[in-house]
């Protein structure tokens, strides 16, 4: 089944306590992003990458890191949580190229900092 | 920067009602796509329309694109209780690289 999935989906953590969302999907597709939704504002974009190696920031990337060395995984990595990123989040994928637009999302990651 | 403005917020309608949403944005845009979430679930692809297109059509959903008024509304005919879901716009920019969202609308369908 074509899927992303996201790990873990719940999470409760302190501030400053470095954590990893990984985020995986098995559509060998080229594009992979990262959103955090909160309410009233939607969807925001935190960063994305167009294949492996490359990435780059969306709109509101402070705070955050990601890696792409495999085409599969896309982990976000909170180096020092704040309260303020406390959030649901999504990964999403999708394949790259002129009229491969479909965006896959993930099931989402609730992350609670304290 | 939040691109897409949804319109209402919130609305509740009948069962067999239609439902209309309205989208708006501020730049240029190469296509805008509708989204459907499920309280807390992730967003699923509803349908796409592209700048050089002013109406598309998929089973009960009408999407249509004014890219004058830099606009869109999305049609959901004959709703029923199952379309209780929460509706986003999302608009990807020339470039291909970046899709961005609004704040979307909440859509209770009563039975």
């Known amino acids: 089944e074509a899927q992303v999935t996201q790990n873990p989906r719940y999470l409760i953590t302190v501030t400053g306590k470095k954590l990893t969302v990984t985020c995986s999907q098995n559509?060998?597709?080229?594009?992979m992003s990262w959103y955090r939704q909160d309410p009233g504002l939607g969807l925001r974009q935190i960063y994305y990458?167009?294949?492996?190696?490359v990435t780059d920031k969306g709109d509101v990337p402070e705070g955050y890191k990601v890696s792409r060395k495999e085409k599969r995984n896309f982990p976000l990595i909170l180096e020092s949580p704040s309260p303020n990123q406390t959030s649901l989040y999504f990964c999403a994928s999708r394949r790259w190229g002129q009229g491969e637009e479909t965006q896959y999302f993930g099931p989402g990651t609730r992350l609670l900092v304290l | 920067s939040q691109q897409g403005e949804e319109d209402p917020q919130a609305l509740s309608i009948q069962e067999g009602e239609n439902a209309t949403m309205n989208c708006s944005y501020k730049t240029s845009i190469n296509n805008l796509q509708w989204y459907r979430q499920n309280s807390g679930r992730g967003l699923v692809h509803l349908i796409l329309?592209?700048?050089?297109?002013r109406e598309k059509h998929s089973g009960r959903l009408r999407v249509t694109l004014d890219t004058s008024k830099k606009s869109s509304s999305l049609l959901i005919t004959a709703s029923r209780a199952a379309d209780t879901a929460s509706y986003f716009c999302?608009?990807?920019?020339?470039?291909?690289?970046?899709?961005?969202f609004g704040g979307g609308t909440r859509l209770m369908v009563k039975p």
């Open positions: 999302a608009t990807k920019n020339n470039a291909g690289n970046m899709l961005t």
């Open positions: 990458s167009m294949n492996v190696e």
């Open positions: 329309i592209r700048s050089n297109e």
């Open positions: 559509m060998n597709h080229e594009y």
